[in-house]
């Protein structure tokens, strides 16, 4: 399909970029107006498209529109919701898992065609600092020139590319360097009232602005769970956490003021800070008016809710607006639990959380990725990031309108995205008690075969059928376009807990009984199975990952799918002795299979990651 623009020069360069994206060619075809206004739509009628767009933004998702039902040759003439100024993504780089420039040049396409004007890189120590050299040494960190050919990439489609640093707490990958233990209060968290402390901040301010255009900057602030209870003890005594807190910020904003910044950072210390619980979402929260004096004047406040605490986001904007600060509303993608994106989980809170923006008049909206212990591919989040538009763009958004989105912008199948989601539970329409009990997935993939720390979740209510069922879903989209090669990943990853989940259900109860004959199959047959199943997921994550991803953090992924192909084998091994009568009886079998809550998630690979949570 060709197309004729009729654009100003300034969309020449995105024009280019997508044709492969949209699939279409520049060239005497079908003509396609711009048009810049206070409307933003578009109109296809008598063989002539229009695009209108109020920002540069707004154009590539209305060219997506557009060029979709010229394929169809379907008129049209729509006009789209402009209730939210901003929508952004932050993506974190930072738990293992690094993108090269390429596949981050990749994403941003993707979220230029669904109307995405903001992007952050969550990096922590993932950027170089000269006079810091164990400042994210062997984590893959981003050089000056890489962090600004991003910028430059977003900036062509007007999306405009935010730094995004820790400046107090998360900062653990660097405090454990000698380099780092004078400016250590905690294991995560650095020591406030010392001056080589914001020596060291000044310098990550001065060194990551320098390669973004913007003057916004993200300086975190978030979690600083245990302030103030390490080395700050030892040499201030006991200090109120508000007091602490509240002096940082006033040295800090003085770094963001001599750079010309203008700050945002995650609003939950202050209401942290404002309880002896720590909780952030509770409805009585009363913040003190010293400490609403006290937040720096032109800060941005985010206020996140990844849906952890339900239908708090009205009372939540309510006190947030009592700051008298702009607010950022912040959503999440539900990625970080496991092998694929919890979609179910992230559209119900986003809708949620977008309605309560409509409705509280919030007009800046962003949701994050944070990839916790790299399991997912990035581009497995391609159906959050598309409805989550959809919601910003239009207050009416059904499934139809979704999935036509969805499948226009990115040329998948709508389907099978949703159908990653079984990874997590049986997806049966159930209302869950909490958010715990959503995400089995994860906690019964990496859960010790012998151990089996879950296996009372499977004792309730057996998965190997539902797993089963879901790898034969999965594999009927198998060969379908681009993005085939996350189906197969996924096709491996549900037939191998078919398999773990089948050993699990049988193992402690055939040992107890006494079946000998079902033990016999598991270490002769099924187990043999296990380990060659995970061995293929271990293999085609590992071509994902140098598809998309620098080499660093991968060491991660072979040491515990490694870990698991040795349990495995030592499951082989005591399940072999014990029928051969070499050995009486088998020790983790013998244990009582006690509840552990979901929470509690310990995986096998503990030790071997040095992986942080948010």
């Known amino acids: 399909m060709k197309l004729k623009f009729n654009a100003p020069a300034e969309l020449s360069v995105g024009i280019k970029r997508l044709s492969s994206?949209?699939?279409?060619?520049?060239?005497?075809?079908?003509?396609?107006?711009?048009?810049?206004?206070?409307?933003?739509?578009?109109?296809?009628?008598?063989?002539?498209?229009?695009?209108?767009?109020?920002?540069?933004?707004?154009?590539?998702?209305?060219?997506?529109?557009?060029?979709?039902?010229?394929?169809?040759?379907?008129?049209?003439?729509?006009?789209?919701?402009?209730?939210?100024?901003t929508l952004g993504l932050m993506i974190c780089v930072s738990r293992g898992m690094v993108p090269t420039n390429k596949a981050l040049e990749k994403y941003i396409d993707y979220l230029a065609v669904m109307g995405y004007n903001l992007v952050m890189l969550q990096t922590d120590d993932l950027f170089e600092i000269k006079e810091r050299p164990y400042f994210g040494y062997m984590r893959g960190r981003y050089t000056a020139d890489e962090l600004r050919a991003f910028d430059d990439y977003a900036y062509e489609y007007g999306i405009e590319a935010i730094p995004c640093i820790e400046c107090y707490a998360h900062m653990k990958t660097y405090l454990i360097w000698p380099e780092a233990q004078d400016i250590k209060d905690t294991a995560t968290?650095?020591?406030?009232?010392?001056?080589?402390?914001?020596e060291f901040v000044e310098d990550m301010v001065r060194t990551i602005s320098a390669s973004f255009r913007s003057k916004r900057i993200h300086i975190g602030m978030d979690e600083a769970w245990d302030m103030g209870r390490g080395n700050f003890l030892t040499k201030h005594g006991?200090?109120?956490?508000?007091?602490?807190?509240?002096?940082?910020?006033?040295?800090?904003?003085?770094?963001?003021?001599?750079?010309?910044?203008?700050?945002?950072?995650?609003?939950?210390m202050y209401f942290r800070c404002s309880r002896t619980d720590n909780v952030y979402y509770h409805p009585d929260t009363v913040i003190p008016e010293s400490t609403k004096k006290a937040i720096p004047e032109g800060v941005e406040l985010i206020f996140w809710n990844y849906g952890e605490e339900r239908k708090c986001d009205y009372y939540m904007l309510d006190k947030h607006k009592e700051l008298n600060r702009e607010i950022i509303s912040c959503g999440g993608l539900w990625e970080w639990t496991g092998h694929f994106?919890?979609?179910?989980?992230?559209?119900?809170?986003?809708?949620?959380?977008?309605?309560?923006?409509?409705?509280?008049?919030?007009?800046?909206?962003?949701?994050t990725t944070w990839f916790i212990d790299s399991e997912c591919d990035m581009f497995a989040t391609l159906l959050g990031l598309s409805f989550t538009a959809a919601l910003v763009y239009n207050k009416n958004a059904n499934e139809d309108y979704r999935r036509e989105r969805f499948e226009a912008e990115t040329g998948g199948s709508f389907d099978a995205f949703n159908v990653m989601t079984r990874y997590h539970n049986k997806c049966d329409g159930r209302e869950f008690e909490s958010n715990d009990v959503m995400f089995l997935g994860k906690h019964l993939f990496w859960q010790d075969v012998m151990e089996g720390l879950y296996d009372t979740?499977?004792?309730?209510?057996?998965?190997?059928?539902?797993?089963?069922?879901?790898?034969?879903?999965?594999?009927?989209?198998?060969?379908?376009?681009?993005?085939?090669?996350?189906?197969?990943?996924c096709e491996a990853v549900f037939d191998y807990l078919y398999t773990k989940c089948y050993v699990a259900e049988r193992l402690v109860p055939s040992y107890k009984s006494g079946d000998k004959a079902m033990l016999s199959k598991i270490a002769n047959e099924y187990l043999p199975?296990?380990?060659?199943?995970?061995?293929?997921?271990?293999?085609?994550?590992?071509?994902?990952?140098?598809?998309?991803?620098?080499?660093?953090?991968?060491?991660?992924?072979?040491?515990?799918?490694?870990?698991?192909?040795?349990?495995?084998?030592?499951?082989?091994?005591?399940l072999t002795s014990y029928l051969e009568g070499e050995c009486e009886k088998l020790d983790e079998l013998e244990e009582q299979r006690l509840e552990k809550p979901l929470w509690a998630f310990s995986p096998y690979n503990t030790i071997a990651t040095p992986t942080q949570h948010i």
Request: contains cysteine.
């Open 529 to 574: 199975a296990l380990k060659e199943k995970i061995g293929r997921v271990h293999a085609i994550h590992r071509n994902i990952w140098f598809k998309y991803n620098k080499d660093f953090g991968f060491i991660n992924n072979d040491i515990h799918y490694g870990g698991m192909e040795s349990r495995i084998d030592f499951a082989i091994i005591k």
């Open 238 to 268: 006991q200090v109120p956490i508000l007091e602490i807190f509240n002096e940082y910020m006033e040295r800090l904003i003085s770094i963001m003021n001599k750079y010309e910044l203008r700050p945002m950072m995650w609003s939950d």
């Open 21 to 85: 994206v949209l699939g279409y060619e520049i060239g005497e075809g079908v003509q396609i107006n711009a048009v810049q206004g206070e409307r933003v739509g578009t109109s296809y009628k008598n063989g002539v498209g229009t695009v209108y767009y109020k920002e540069k933004h707004h154009f590539w998702r209305e060219l997506a529109i557009l060029v979709d039902h010229i394929k169809k040759n379907k008129e049209l003439d729509t006009t789209e919701d402009t209730h939210f100024d």
């Open 341 to 367: 994106p919890n979609n179910d989980k992230a559209y119900e809170a986003t809708e949620y959380f977008v309605g309560a923006c409509r409705a509280k008049d919030v007009t800046k909206f962003m949701t």
């Open 189 to 198: 968290v650095l020591l406030a009232r010392e001056e080589k402390t914001f």
């Open 457 to 489: 979740y499977l004792f309730d209510e057996p998965m190997s059928e539902h797993y089963k069922d879901a790898t034969e879903r999965i594999r009927k989209f198998r060969g379908d376009g681009k993005w085939d090669y996350l189906y197969e990943y």
